[in-house]
């Protein structure tokens, strides 16, 4: 975590070592490749395993290093997330909850490795939100929506009809969103139903623990109720 005047900003974990991750995969390629031009036959197979290995890892760290240098800035008046598809802002004043949503498992609750928010409106975090991150959020979001329709879907990989809710979304502004926002305002309004968040940050996209990174909003909450009294 960094901080300025105005904003905190969150470093993810998923980019991390990205620098790492790619050096090393490009030296096991160059060892594995100058080590199959001159081994044996009976080495042929392992060391095309490793070049493979070797080309994965620098994928791997290309992708990382691809990501924004912060996935979450938190200012003063809005808590915004970056990632390579676009990005999101969320005003404080449109945040009526943030925790760590449940799902129950019989007689059991299960604390899920997520940060959700609980919209007041969709207004504005709808309008601002780029087309492509909306399809990567709706993707993401997939095995989440259908485990929390279907418990005895334990893969994610069950087919739900709400799925693919594409009907026209009536904003309180009276602006009707189509095609891949409209999907994503009606995934929205189901996942509410059955978590009761909005909008959910991953685990991964943290430097600390979800429930640390709650009690960091909440304090910034109180924070800025402060200033404004």
Not at 34 to 45: E, I, K, N
Not at 68 to 75: E, F, R
Request: include cysteine; charged fraction near 20%; charge should be neutral.
């Amino acid at each position: 975590m960094s901080s300025s005047d105005d904003y905190i900003f969150i470093r993810s974990t998923a980019k991390r070592n990205g620098l790492t991750t790619l050096l090393i995969g490009v030296a096991v390629l160059l060892i594995a490749s100058v080590a199959l031009s001159l081994s044996p036959d009976w080495l042929f197979l392992p060391l095309i395993f490793a070049i493979s290995g070797g080309i994965v890892t620098i994928l791997v760290g290309w992708f990382k290093l691809r990501e924004p240098p912060h996935s979450l800035a938190i200012g003063r008046d809005k808590v915004s997330y970056q990632h390579r598809c676009g990005q999101w802002h969320i005003a404080w004043d449109d945040i009526q909850r943030v925790d760590c949503p449940r799902v129950s498992r019989g007689l059991d609750h299960d604390t899920l490795e997520l940060v959700g928010f609980k919209l007041k409106r969709y207004d504005d975090f709808l309008t601002t939100i780029s087309p492509r991150l909306a399809s990567h959020i709706i993707i993401e979001q997939r095995p989440l929506m259908v485990h929390a329709q279907d418990k005895s879907c334990s893969t994610g990989g069950c087919y739900s009809s709400s799925l693919f809710e594409d009907k026209p979304f009536v904003l309180e502004n009276g602006e009707t969103l189509t095609g891949i926002k409209a999907i994503l305002a009606n995934r929205m309004t189901a996942v509410r139903s059955a978590l009761g968040y909005d909008v959910f940050i991953s685990a991964s996209e943290l430097d600390r623990e979800p429930g640390e990174f709650v009690g960091l909003l909440r304090e910034c909450q109180v924070a800025r109720l402060r200033e404004q009294a």
